[in-house]
Every structure is written in structure tokens, then in C-alpha cells.
């Protein structure tokens, strides 16, 4: 077994449609904790360092208009193995590649408009939580 921190971000458009309560209930239903929350709007400073690694890329620019566009709720969610429970539960980036079962699947309407993050590794976790969290644990 093994216990990990990941950071999960319910984006505007979650937050405008009123699905932060469907997201978090997903996790706790699975047996993840809530370790840390905050509902704040992201400025653009923070929202260039989380995309850091898509500057340059054409979608770069649509990244930050639309995560800085009202508020977001992130979150550390804690459990075993649960980097990838939470990337499982959230479905492809693509909505179309989803299952319906999965929050994009069952709620984003476009791989820019995807209603949620999770941290892709242990490494992208311990950066993002920093990021995010910095007045530590």
C-alpha cells in the first residue's frame, strides 16, 4: 500500500456549474481524505508557474485565460495510491475519450474546458502542493 498526496484543482467551470460538491464527494466515496482546501480565484503569476512546462505550446495562452477566469477550489487529496485513483476518476483530458462514468466524461465539454487537474506524478504532486500550498502542512 502505498499513501500519496496529490493536488486536485476543480476549475472555474466546475465551480460556475456548481460541481465541486459531485467532485469531492467522488473522493471521499472512494476513502481519499480532504487534507487541505481553499476556493480562491488563481492570478495569472501562479496559473504561468502551474502550466510552466506548456509555455510555448498554442494552447498555452487558453490555459491561463481560462483557469484565472473566477474562482477555483483546489485541494490535497491523500490515500493509497491516490495520484492515480484521482487521474482514473477524472478520465482522459479529452471528454470524447472519457467514459461516462468519469467526471470529464460525465461533465466537460472540451479538452480546455475539462472541469478539473490531478497531478500526473509524485513528482508533479510535491511541486504543485508547494505551488498551491506554500505555507506548508
Known amino acids: ?14 465551480v ?7 467532485v469531492l464527494s467522488r473522493m471521499e466515496q472512494k476513502g481519499y481524505k480532504i487534507k487541505k482546501m481553499k476556493f480562491f480565484a488563481i492570478d ?8 510552466a512546462e506548456h509555455k510555448g505550446k498554442p494552447f ?15 485541494a490535497v ?3 493509497e495510491n491516490a495520484i ?14 472519457a467514459t461516462p462514468g468519469s467526471i470529464r ?3 466537460a ?10 497531478s500526473d506524478s509524485p513528482e508533479s504532486a510535491t511541486r504543485e502542493i508547494a505551488l498551491f500550498f506554500p505555507e506548508g502542512g
Open 1 to 14: 500500500m502505498k499513501t500519496e498526496e496529490t493536488l486536485l484543482i476543480i476549475k472555474p467551470d466546475g
Open 16 to 22: 460556475k456549474r456548481g460541481l465541486v460538491g459531485e
Open 44 to 51: 495569472s503569476d501562479l496559473a504561468e508557474r502551474h502550466y
Open 60 to 74: 498555452y495562452e487558453d490555459l491561463i485565460e481560462y483557469i484565472t477566469e473566477g474562482p477555483s477550489l483546489v
Open 77 to 79: 487529496i491523500s490515500g
Open 84 to 97: 492515480a485513483m484521482l487521474r482514473q476518476t477524472m478520465g482522459p483530458t479529452d471528454p470524447l475519450d
Open 105 to 107: 466524461g460525465g461533465f
Open 109 to 118: 465539454t472540451s479538452v480546455t474546458r475539462n472541469l478539473v487537474h490531478g
